[in-house]
């Protein structure tokens, strides 16, 4: 992993985590970029990315680290932005919910790609859109779960802000992502891959 790339995270991270409008909103919209961060580190030698894929998870770990410190409802320039337009309610999660369906679409492509697990692009696209919907909702899921368990102290992470028809709309932004990333960043996600010198993944009998 890059040292720039660390870098940014643990600094943000660091921002992120001082002084956070809601504690328990902070940790669990920062838990997701902890876990990846995690599993990049574990992988990073038995299952390097492509720069590409990497950077794009950093840029998604940012947006869930912004929105812990501030809460996805209270984003200060998406309130300026809602302000200008005229819109009732600040979107900054509708930008996470994209980012939701645009990374995990070019992770589960590189993933299927290189581990050759569908034959045919067509096929491929389709599994691959189906996963970004299963963590959509299943992230959608979360919301709820720990809405019951928590009560009031949920309300800064669903971050509904009393739009009825939040969740579909979530969902429906992870899609447009996912469907975007694949229109848009086949080529070049395909350039990296051809360039990418991937060690042969070690057998359970093989010696380490």
């Known amino acids: 992993m890059p040292r720039l790339w660390i870098l940014i995270f643990a600094l943000v991270l660091l921002w992120s985590g001082w002084a956070p409008a809601d504690r328990l909103t902070w940790v669990l919209e920062a838990l997701p970029a902890l876990i990846a961060l ?23 770990s940012l947006i869930l680290m912004v929105g812990a410190h501030y809460t996805y409802a209270e984003v200060p320039l998406f309130d300026w932005i809602a302000e200008w337009f005229g819109h009732s309610r600040n979107n900054f999660d509708k930008l996470g919910h994209f980012a939701q369906g645009f990374v995990p679409a070019l992770a589960a492509r590189e993933v299927i790609l ?8 067509h096929w491929g696209d389709f599994f691959i859109v189906c996963i970004c919907l299963a963590v959509s909702a299943f992230y959608e899921l ?3 779960w720990v809405a019951l368990l928590s009560g009031q102290a949920a309300e800064a992470f669903l971050g509904t802000q009393g739009y009825v028809w939040d969740t579909q709309s979530d969902m429906a932004m992870a899609l447009f992502g996912a469907l975007l990333a694949l229109v848009t960043m086949r080529r070049y996600h395909d350039r990296q891959l051809a360039r990418l010198t991937v060690r042969p993944v070690p057998r359970s009998n093989d010696p380490v």
């Open 38 to 60: 995690a599993v990049l580190w574990g992988t990073r030698r038995r299952f390097p990315l492509t720069p590409l894929l990497l950077w794009l998870i950093l840029g998604h």
């Open 142 to 144: 979360i919301e709820w």
């Open 114 to 121: 290189r581990l050759e697990l569908v034959n045919g692009r």
